[in-house]
C-alpha cells in the first residue's frame, strides 16, 4: 500500500488553530488577587518569577502547548464533578492569596483520614509519569520515584496554606499509558498504568511554603532596588540552583517564556528600567 504524506497538515490541526486564535483573543488569564506572582509561577527561576512581577509578556503556548493545556482543562473538569458527586462539599477554583502570591487550588476536599485536603491534579506526558512513580521504560527505577514536581509542591503548598489545609493530595494523570505487557512483568495495577497520587502531610508542605515566600520577597526587595535578580531556581531537594540560559543541560530555560530577553539582559543582577512594583 503506497500513501503521501502530508507533513502540512490539511484538516486534522484546524480545531487547534482555532484555539489558539481563541486563548491569543482571551490573553493571559486574570490573577486572582493584586499581588506580584502567581502560585503557577512557584519554584520557578527567581529571573523567570522577576519577568513575571514585571508584567513581562512571554511567548504564547504553540500549538503543542495549546494541545496538552487543553487536555487537562478537560480531564480537570471531569475530575472535579466526579469528586464532586462523592463529596458534595468539595469547592473548586477558589481564589486565594499569601503575602507574595495568588492563585486558585483545584480542589478543596474535607476527608475523614486526611482531614481537609488540597487537591492538586497534573496531567502529563508518559515519560513524566512514569518518572514521578519511579519507573523506567523497562522496569523500576533504581534510584526510586521522582514524585511531584517541586514547582507542583510549592503551588499546592501556597493553596494549602491560604485554604487552611491540614494535607496535599497531588494527582498525576498519563496522557499515555504504561504498556499492559510492562505493567503484567512488573505487577503494576491497572490504575497505576495511568493514575497515581502523592500524599504530602503539613510537616513537609508547610516549611516548604515559608521557604517559597521568603525567596519571593528577596526577589520583591531586588526589583526595588532597580535590578533583576540572578538566574537561580529551585532543584528537587528545594536547594536552590544556579541556571543559565545558555546550557541545554537546564529544562527550565528550554521551556521558559521569557528566555530571549534572559538571554538579552545577560547574567548576575543587571539593572533594569525601574517601575514600581506592586508588593501585594
Ligand atoms: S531562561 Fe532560564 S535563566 Fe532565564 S529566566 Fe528563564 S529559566 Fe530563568
Known sequence: MTYKESRVPIFSHLWLEDQMAENE?????????????RYSDSGKCARALAYSALGYEGEPFDAAGTLVTGLGTYIHELA???????????????PTRVATSSGHCDGIIETEEYGRVLYELKTMNGTAYRRSMGLTTSGWAKAGPEGPRISTILQSAFNAQANDCDTIIIGHIALEAIGKGMAKRIDLDEWSRIITEFV???????PAADQEMNRQSKIIEKLNEGRLPKPVAVDKDFELVDVDPHNEKFWQCGYCSYRDQCVSDGPGEPVYIREEINNG
Open 25 to 37: 483573543a482571551r490573553g493571559k488569564k486574570p490573577q486572582a488577587f493584586d499581588t506580584p506572582f
Open 80 to 94: 472535579q464533578e466526579a469528586i464532586l458527586k462523592r463529596y458534595p462539599n468539595a469547592k473548586f477554583e477558589i
Open 200 to 206: 504530602i502531610p503539613k510537616k513537609i508542605w508547610e
